[in-house]
């Protein structure tokens, strides 16, 4: 599995195709918390939201890298396909860890803040929360599933909106509401590691669903 993870992630650098994403989020931080003084619980929220759409980008990326003979290259290689899906997963985590370490460090760059150990584990938190429903609906609309890559476009900006806007019912609106209202970030950590949990379901649901159409597909 490691072997996997680590072809893939030497795929995706050498495409270059990561840099839309990787730019997207570092000018999404720097607008949403440039010359930031308020509360981290505010400034994590808009970084989590930041990391969404570029979790779900990276991704669809991640998936559509090779064409289906080569991918089938791969899945024989490797020992079947739910491996080479697990293995674009821990790919795709490993990018998301990469932003969420810039998504840490940015904000106390280009803000006025003292940051404590309760925030940065907010802050650690609330990214993955973000970019464990990004990758749950990359994996969903990506060529595994939709052979016409505009249908799946189109599902995924509405599942993005539908996350970020569906008011007390998505986890990711949950979280992005919560921490825009809180002041304290250890009270919050809490209630933030159990989205995180569900998150955590979904990604894990979206997979199962990804590799039985694959395998109804094949």
């Excluded at 495409?15 to 997207?24: G, H, I, K, N």
């Excluded at 791969?74 to 969420?100: D, E, H, I, K, N």
């Excluded at 993955?128 to 994996?139: E, F, K």
């Excluded at 970030?185 to 990604?203: E, H, K, M, Q, W």
């Amino acid at each position: 599995m490691i072997a996997l993870v680590r072809y893939m992630f030497t795929v995706l650098l050498l495409s270059q195709r990561y840099l839309a994403p990787l730019l997207l989020f570092l000018g999404l931080v720097a607008v949403l918390t440039s010359s930031d003084t308020g509360p981290l619980t505010a400034t994590y929220a808009s970084v989590a939201g930041a990391m969404l759409p570029c979790s779900v980008w990276l991704t669809m990326t991640l998936i559509g890298l090779e064409d289906q003979a080569h991918r089938s290259i791969v899945v024989v290689s490797a020992g079947g396909p739910l491996r080479v899906l697990l293995a674009t997963v821990g790919t795709a985590a490993t990018w998301c860890l990469l932003l969420l370490s810039a998504g840490l460090v940015l904000p106390l760059l280009f803000g006025t803040h003292t940051p404590g150990l309760a925030d940065l584990a907010l802050g650690t938190v609330a990214q993955l929360t973000s970019a464990c429903t990004g990758m749950a609906i990359g994996v969903i609309c990506s060529r595994l599933v939709f052979r016409r890559q505009g249908y799946a476009l189109v599902l995924a900006l509405v599942l993005l909106l539908a996350m970020l806007l569906g008011k007390g019912v998505t986890p990711v609106n949950i979280l992005l509401t919560h921490l825009q209202n809180a002041s304290d970030s250890a009270d919050t950590l809490a209630p933030t590691g159990a989205l995180l949990a569900v998150t955590t379901g979904i990604l894990a649901a979206a997979v199962a669903m990804t590799h039985a159409i694959t395998c109804r597909k094949a």
